[in-house]
């Protein structure tokens, strides 16, 4: 597998552009080892890496992300040790943190001297990571649809339709606890592709975190965005995003003036 990702890395123009495509191979390799054992009749891909994966948004993305959908013989911790068992199969050298949080699950996945055999300089001691996560009470109204993965291996993946990520994205653009460069930067691709969010879905999310029914609609949304963008810290937005930029002129689209221009 090793010598795999290696081919796959041709072309690659720096360490930084390994790095983010030698994660991408292994996020795809997860997602191959769910489709195996048959753990996407339970949770749906979602997040930017979703993106980047199902769709080609053309930034990376470190963590996987997923929301439960069906409860029945979900057990997260025979998904993760499932996960390691067969990355060690693999041939990777690996160990695992889980945490398990009131609704959220996630597991750190550490690979021990991957750089080193993959040629990338890096520390001596620097272990490539790649985080997992499964919201376990997701927000109600999402739509989950199967999408084919050609790319690297040959899966179906179960994912929420774009309208949904669409809304998912919108709540983490403007309820996290801090600004993330990604949600942003995936805004814009969102608005980009002319996509409505699911209003239902975004409703309930807000209700969930918050604890109020803000009643948005698919007319008044985008009201909602403009007076929301005004407070965002945009310098901040594309220090955050830049390393995952497969093209760094893209960053001059994460401008406040023209976002504002694009939702009116």
Known sequence: ????????????????????????????????????????????????????????????????????????????????????????????????????????????????????????????????????????????????????????FILAVNTFDLPSLFATKLHACFFRKYTKGRDLYDLVWYLGKRITPNITLLNNAIIQTEKKDMKLTGKTYKEFLIEKLKKVDFPAVRKDVAVFLEDKNELKLLDKKLILKMLE
């Open 1 to 152: 597998m090793i010598e795999i990702i290696k081919q796959s890395l041709q072309g690659s123009k720096g360490s930084e552009e390994k790095v983010n495509r030698a994660r991408e191979f292994l996020q795809v390799l997860m997602l191959k080892i769910f489709f195996d054992r048959g753990y996407f009749e339970n949770i749906a891909f979602t997040g930017g890496t979703a993106l980047r994966i199902l769709y080609g948004m053309r930034r990376y993305s470190e963590d996987l992300d997923f929301s439960l959908v069906k409860k029945k013989n979900y057990d997260f911790k025979r998904i993760s040790g499932d996960l390691l068992f067969e990355l060690v199969k693999n041939g990777f050298k690996v160990e695992e943190k889980i945490r398990t949080e009131k609704t959220v699950s996630s597991v750190l996945v550490k690979f021990s001297g991957l750089y080193g055999r993959l040629g990338i300089p890096a520390q001596i001691e620097e272990k490539f990571l790649v985080k997992l996560e499964v919201d376990s009470n997701p927000p109600k109204g999402g739509k989950s649809v199967i999408m084919p993965l050609t790319d690297r």
